[in-house]
Nanobody, 115 residues
Framework: QVQLVESGGGLVQAGGSLRLSCAAS????????MGWYRQAPGKQRETVAV???????NYADSVKGRFTISRINAKNTVYLQMNSLKPEDTAVYYC?????????WGQGTQVTVSS
């Protein structure tokens, strides 16, 4: 059974920073993709950033230059450093693990950016 546990969300003023963490536990194949997605009220869930086990990254245009995704493979942990936060970044952020054809999700962590 794979579980993802997120931490690091909270309330921050515009221009501030937050760091999200997600630790995966269970039987996890070493070749995988981990990532962060977000869902704002009334909107569809969207990709924020993803990183492969080989270190390749991809970002949504809206966060390029402000967010950085990283991971520690030995710990099955992924991070999202969020700088220069904007009110439009307010959402529930979800950690995701893709292994072969399987998708695993964390419970979500709220990020609120006040103007």
């Amino acid at each position: 059974q794979v579980q993802l546990v997120e931490s690091g969300g909270g309330l921050v003023q515009a221009g501030g920073s937050l760091r999200l963490s997600c630790a995966a536990s269970g039987s996890i194949f070493s070749i995988n993709v981990m990532g962060w997605y977000r869902q704002a009220p009334g909107k569809q869930r969207e990709t924020v950033a993803v990183i492969s086990s080989g270190g390749s990254t991809n970002y949504a245009d809206s966060v390029k230059g402000r967010f950085t995704i990283s991971r520690i493979n030995a710990k099955n942990t992924v991070y999202l450093q969020m700088n220069s936060l904007k009110p439009e970044d307010t959402a529930v952020y979800y950690c995701n693990l893709k292994v072969a054809s399987l998708d695993y999700w964390g419970q979500g962590t709220q990020v609120t950016v006040s103007s």
